[in-house]
């Protein structure tokens, strides 16, 4: 029973994790908020009743997802940290008991819409915009400047009587009308169309051309103000100043004397939010009173004194006119109901999933049924039930499809399983093509110069047949290459041709990807159960290539975090002569098939000491004084308490923090001292 469990919160891990990835860097959510929170709390109540077999940095205690490396990667000065959610009023008085018990009845709550955007953390220093932060795992993020400063309604310099130093958090979104304007710019000219206002919102402010991040239609609100404490003596009083300087702050924000008119002020905009011209997926309620913030306190991933009340998803109902079937990469097939077009938050729903077999015998639903559609989290379209006093009397129940829709080949369904697969793994075209899409995406080879377009082109001209082919490409074979696109809304159909410029690109993305390290090359592979968590721990147990390639299941199942179901795909994807055949040609490439040994520190000087850096400095930036601290055993954090080692402060360091460290008797250590310091 024990080793079931621990393999249950292993196989729960992972998952969250994924999960993660995909809504915090990839901006590619698969399941809705709602969903990610029960995950979220069964695997709560597993470690909480067996915390022995808790994994290291469960996301039960950290925020957010991992950071990319397409950008450098900082610090925040303050953990960014997420909020806790609810879905329904009880809890929301829970919350407001606690909050009563801590701190007796004499404060007020703010009440603030919960925007459905992308986080964004903005700094300005003297006024003047010197940098922004995507939230990242919560304690650092990406530098995103140069893309913010793209974004009208963010002021490159703040006005009036702002302080000397000042962080502002927010989100950043696209209005519902420019995006669908957008779209269907991006239909014209043959692109596929973003799935929704976050998504894109979220892909724009990570993309590397700054002239094309400021083509986008993006807009931003800021809610959250981090600096002088003193200053302000509530949230609602820091956010009318900070509109006062010229950032844009909503105006819809009230003070709430209780949880009656907290709900007073929830009731109103679930029916009012129809009517903005953006997303919004909920309402932040947060203690207003800053002394009254810190008397309360944080939890490890989110604040006492705030929560997250969520908006039930909305539902429309429309006509199931079809049923289609998309095959994936790992070759799963799907069924996906074609509907009558219905307005849904904002956006026009014309296709929805009905994910496998199951869903559907469950659902009973039959073509011409009258069917109610969701978006999961308000993202992700499906059908959750069937309106039968509108069935018509002739409604057949469905019938699933035996044959693969792309190659014809016999369709299987795997023990244990839900979904049914088509097992022609290097014959069906949308299996090879979606392998091929996963090892050149971000998080594998990041070869950013390719994307479904092209792959598609390179794939019918007979150029790609699996990823080692891309390593076989020149520059004859693709300058100039055509391909017709046939617009869905139109059916007019057009001639695309690479031209030089893009040839090239793609030749130097492919160059530069043999310089990736060994773990994402795995990962890039697109074995069955291996995310990029997993990659990396049979990257580090079994150091290269060839050694994973000769591991028994006995030595997969002995490496941790790894099950049999993990151990028992990685043997059969080795097993297998094509993907062997695959492998020899990658390394012939030239391709990392080796873990590179972690560099040495410096010294270990630093070791156990915890250091905040503060100020302005002369001989390093602040990104370098933290990678020195790092590189001689020192950890770095964002804020002052009693465990802090020291503050390794500069010019311009900021008076609450000073006077923070005296009431603490917290050391501070000059840049001189520090150099000092780490040459022994």
């Known amino acids: 029973m024990s080793a079931e469990i621990k393999q249950k919160i292993i196989d729960l891990t992972h998952s969250l994790r994924q999960h993660n990835y995909n809504y915090y860097v990839l901006a590619q959510p698969t399941i809705s908020d709602r969903e990610f929170d029960q995950l979220l709390k069964d695997l709560e109540a597993l470690e909480m009743a067996y915390p022995q077999y808790k994994q290291e940095n469960s996301p039960t205690s950290v925020v957010g997802g991992e950071v990319t490396k397409d950008f450098n990667t900082i610090a925040h000065d303050t953990p960014m940290l997420s909020l806790s959610n609810t879905y329904s009023k009880e809890e929301l008085i829970d919350f407001d008991n606690r909050v009563r018990k801590a701190i007796g009845d004499d404060f007020k709550y703010t009440c603030e819409l919960k925007f459905d955007g992308f986080a ?346 699996n990823a080692a082919d891309l390593y076989t490409l020149t520059f004859d074979q693709l300058n100039g290459l055509k391909k017709s696109i046939t617009n869905e809304e139109t059916g007019e159909t057009r001639e695309v041709s690479l031209r030089e410029k893009s040839a090239q690109k793609i030749l130097d993305g492919v160059e530069a990807s043999k310089t990736i390290s060994f773990d994402r090359v795995l990962y890039a592979l697109g074995i069955r159960f291996v995310g990029s968590t997993v990659a990396k721990k049979l990257a580090s147990a079994f150091s290269t290539m060839n050694s994973l390639m000769d591991a028994t299941l006995e030595s997969l199942i002995a490496v941790d975090e790894i099950g049999e179901k993990i151990a028992q795909s990685v043997v059969t994807y080795f097993g297998d002569e094509s993907n062997q055949n695959i492998i020899n040609q990658l390394q012939e490439a030239g391709l990392q098939m080796e873990q590179q040994a972690p560099q040495a520190k410096a010294s270990s000087i630093l070791e156990g000491k915890k250091i905040v850096v503060s100020g302005v400095f002369t001989n390093f930036s602040r990104n370098e004084l933290k990678k020195e601290i790092e590189n001689h055993g020192g950890q770095n954090v964002g804020s002052i308490s009693a465990k802090t080692s020291f503050i390794l402060a500069g010019e311009n360091m900021g008076p609450a923090k000073l006077q923070k460290a005296e009431k603490l008797g917290v050391p501070i250590v000059s840049e001189e001292e520090f150099i000092q310091m780490i040459n022994g």
């Not at 206002?197 to 094309?212: D, H, L, V």
């Not at 989110?302 to 994936?328: D, H, M």
């Not at 308000?378 to 057949?396: F, M, S, Y």
């Open 120 to 465: 964004i953390g903005i700094k300005y220093i003297n006024g003047k915009l010197t940098r922004a932060l995507t939230r990242g795992d919560g304690v650092q993020g990406d530098d995103v400047t140069t893309n913010v400063k793209t974004i009208r309604s963010i002021p490159h310099q703040l006005v009036g009587d702002f302080p000397e130093e000042v962080e502002v958090r927010g989100e950043i979104f696209m209005h519902r009308k420019a995006f669908e304007r957008m779209n269907s710019e991006r239909i014209a000219a043959g692109e596929k169309p973003f799935a929704n206002p976050r998504n894109s919102a979220a892909g724009t402010i990570k993309m590397q051309e700054q002239s094309e991040v400021a083509k986008r239609p993006l807009d931003a609100y800021l809610y959250h103000v981090i600096g002088d404490e003193n200053r302000f003596r509530s949230h609602h009083e820091s956010l009318v100043e900070a509109k006062s300087w010229g950032l844009p702050v909503s105006d819809e924000m009230r003070l709430a004397g209780n949880i009656d008119e907290v709900w007073d002020y929830i009731s109103s905009w679930d029916e009012k939010r129809k009517n903005l011209s953006y997303d919004i997926d909920g309402i932040v309620v947060k203690v207003n009173n800053f002394n009254l913030q810190h008397d309360l306190g944080f939890t490890a991933k989110s604040p006492r004194w705030a929560i997250a009340y969520k908006f039930e998803t909305e539902r429309a109902e429309t006509i199931l006119n079809s049923i289609s079937y998309q095959v994936g990469r790992t070759g799963a097939v799907t069924p996906v109901a074609n509907l009558e077009p219905v307005l849904l938050l904002g956006t026009t729903v014309k296709r929805a999933s009905l994910h496998n077999a199951d869903i559907i015998s469950q659902l009973d639903v039959r073509i011409g049924d009258s069917v109610y559609v969701e978006k999961g989290g308000e993202i992700i379209p499906k059908i959750v039930g069937v309106n039968l006093d509108l069935r018509q009397p002739d409604a057949q129940p469905v019938s699933l499809i035996h044959k693969c829709p792309e190659c014809g080949s016999v369709l299987e369904r795997k023990v244990g399983e839900a979904a049914h697969y088509c097992p022609n793994d290097v014959g069906c075209p949308p299996q090879i093509k979606g392998r091929i899409e996963h090892f050149i995406s971000r998080k594998a080879m990041d070869i950013d110069s390719l994307g479904e377009g092209k792959i598609d082109m390179l794939y019918e001209a007979g150029l790609l047949s």
